[in-house]
């Protein structure tokens, strides 16, 4: 059982690549988040998805696109990096079975990223 | 807009002594209450909850406190222990609206 894991660990891109991270969960959870992580900003939610097949805007959706098209896992598309964009990403994940936000959400380490 | 507000970015305690962290909020919407841990390279991991009906709630060495008037709400260690260092995060929620604080670094000296 190994939870919430996410792919890379670390990624370096120049202004203007695209890029996908990956989040896989287990558990069979229904919800799972992305946030990002910056210094003095805690964690802002991305986008995240209720179940498979829907998605939904966080509180910074802007520059990124995800997709649900199997319950275990949560892509985070990049379609055009900036500068503005590099942060620690977290993925996320938990039950669903009554309020999703309200339930210990399941994070995973993290994927570094670095846009130049 | 930082509706959440850890204003200590870091608290250094003695080991065996009570560790109160602190967090402020700006939202009156927001109905449940969350504090995650972090340590460096993992994810945070859950702690303990409130919702906003309780003004207290307790899981062995953690107790949340929650003054809604006040918009304030902290989290009490006793005792504090050297694993306990670690990055702590509060969160306010309201329907699907989660936001989180910028941290506070606790530093449990033995």
């Known amino acids: 059982n190994a939870g919430v894991t996410q792919t890379p660990k670390f990624r370096v891109l120049k202004t203007g690549q695209s890029m996908t991270l990956l989040c896989a969960q287990d558990m069979n959870h229904e919800y799972m988040y992305w946030y990002r992580q910056d210094p003095g900003m805690g964690l802002r939610l991305i986008h995240y998805?209720?179940?498979?097949?829907?998605?939904a805007k966080g509180e910074v959706p802007d520059g990124y696109n995800v997709s649900r098209l199997k319950k275990q896992n949560f892509l985070l598309g990049l379609e055009s990096a900036a500068p503005s964009q590099t942060s620690v990403y977290f993925c996320?994940?938990?039950?669903?079975?009554?309020?999703?936000?309200?339930?210990?959400?399941?994070f995973g380490p993290g994927t570094r990223l670095l846009v130049l | 807009d930082q509706q959440v507000k850890q204003n200590s970015p870091s608290l250094s305690v003695q080991e065996g002594r009570i560790s109160i962290l602190n967090c402020d909020y700006t939202?009156?919407?927001?109905?449940?209450f969350l504090w995650y841990k972090k340590y460096p390279a993992e994810g945070p991991t859950f702690l303990i909850s409130?919702?906003?009906?309780?003004d207290k709630n307790e899981d062995g060495r953690f107790t949340v406190f929650l003054n809604k008037s006040a918009k304030h709400l902290s989290l009490h260690i006793v005792p504090s222990q050297p694993g306990d260092s670690a990055v702590y995060f509060c969160a306010a929620l309201n329907n699907n609206d989660m936001r989180f604080g910028a941290g506070t670094r606790l530093t449990v000296k033995p």
């Open positions: 998805s209720v179940g498979e097949g829907t998605t």
């Open positions: 409130i919702s906003s009906i309780k």
């Open positions: 939202n009156s919407m927001f109905d449940y």
């Open positions: 996320a994940s938990s039950p669903g079975r009554t309020s999703g936000f309200q339930e210990t959400q399941y």
